[in-house]
């Protein structure tokens, strides 16, 4: 768990778009230059599900988050992002514009007292918001 958190806490520096591991499948990493050339943030499979459950875990600051608070519009756009799409990618598949969804990420993040988009992630799959990724 504590190899968790400390993955958690290297994937939420700001200067980060992504984690990969050097095990990966190739193919993951280019996944991951697409969604970071995008503009998007990209954690291997792998290491998201380590992330999640560690953080899982070692919840703390906010046990009972609650998506009730959010819009739909806001909860389409949580979706998205705990699917792993980029903000240009969920705009695209909202027909919004980039700079609506930066708005909605932003909303999401404050209204679930989420410090970065993984927590959001974490809080939308613990509220059944998106199905469990297999494998």
């Known amino acids: 768990m504590a190899l968790a958190r400390a993955w958690a806490s290297r994937c939420a520096r ?5 984690f990969l591991l050097k095990a990966d499948d190739p193919r993951e990493l280019l996944n991951g230059v697409r969604a970071v050339g995008a ?12 992330v999640i459950a560690g953080m899982r875990a070692h919840r703390t600051a906010h046990p009972h988050r609650s998506l009730d608070r959010l819009t739909q519009r806001e909860r389409d756009v949580l ?3 705990a699917a792993g799409l980029s903000n240009a990618e969920i705009a695209s598949r ?4 980039e700079g609506t969804v930066k708005a909605h990420v932003s909303a999401v993040l404050a209204k679930l007292g989420a410090r970065n988009r993984v927590e959001a ?3 939308a799959h613990e509220a059944g ?4 990724r297999s494998g």
């Not at 909202?94 to 514009?97: D, I």
Request: glycine share 16%.
């Open 94 to 97: 909202l027909h919004l514009v």
């Open 121 to 123: 992630a974490v809080a």
């Open 79 to 81: 979706a998205g992002l």
């Open 129 to 132: 918001l998106t199905p469990p």
């Open 14 to 18: 700001p200067e980060r778009a992504g």
């Open 39 to 50: 503009g998007g943030v990209y954690l291997s499979p792998r290491v998201a599900g380590r």
